[in-house]
């Protein structure tokens, strides 16, 4: 299955590494915003209104990992970072392959 071609999510498409705490908190406004204005829903199920507990400057969990979709077309994207050893992280459009589970989209 390919990315869609939905004009609601088109700007969130890219992959963005994540390589400082700066645009980590970037990354969170920006899915806040988004959630907001209702382009994008909560899509992972262990806690929801998880984005709503992190603090946009931290302190952060050791690891963020949390799934959004498109609330126009249904695709799937991924935040997830490291925060404790600093390795960064990345947002990503996510695709399911047939008969698979999701797997990322790699980065250009």
Known sequence: MELSDCTSCADLREVVQ?????QLAQAIRVVRGHLADGTLVEASRDIPG??????????????????????????????????YHGAGGRWEPVVEARGTRSHVVPAA
């Open 18 to 22: 994540i390589t400082s705490p700066g």
């Open 50 to 83: 998880y984005l709503g507990l992190l603090q946009e400057r931290g302190p952060w969990p050791d690891y963020i990992e949390h799934e959004f979709s498109c609330s126009c077309c249904g695709q799937r994207f991924r935040l997830v970072a490291e925060t």
